[in-house]
């Protein structure tokens, strides 16, 4: 099993929105960064755990548990022309970017971005990094043991 931080602006996709789904599962969608991209279609599994991390918004910060519910599949907003995310290059037979379903777990406290850089045990999380903006990164056990006790 491995863990996993996703950003979703609140305004998109909220925890609120994926605990409201039906069956509290959304197609994560919209990721357009080769790097993140290769992570749901090369790394995560069904089962892998997700830290939902609200982005671009007054208070960033982790908001939610969550799962990995699906295998990766073609992203259906590449190849719709009034979506935000369409890609001209994009075909059915040649797909580029990828979703995953993501199944709510819990909302949680928000535990904001500040409070994250304060905790040394967390230092080396990926978000944390500076000039770090991917919408996917990896987390390590240790990091997701430390956050699931913050978290309760």
Known sequence: MQYWLMKSE?????IDDVMAAQDKTVPWFGV????????????????DGVLFYHSSCPEPGIAGI???VSGPYPDATQFD???????AKATGETPRWISVDVKGVRKTRLLSLAELRSIPDLEDMVV??????????????????KLMTLLK
């Open 10 to 14: 609140p305004d998109e996709v909220s």
């Open 66 to 68: 969550a799962e990995v």
């Open 32 to 47: 357009r960064n080769y790097q993140a991209r290769n992570f749901m279609r090369d790394a995560m599994q069904v089962g």
């Open 81 to 87: 022309k009034k979506s935000p995310y369409y890609d």
């Open 128 to 145: 944390l990094q500076k000039g770090s903006r991917l919408s996917i990164t990896p987390v390590t056990a240790g990091q997701w043991k």
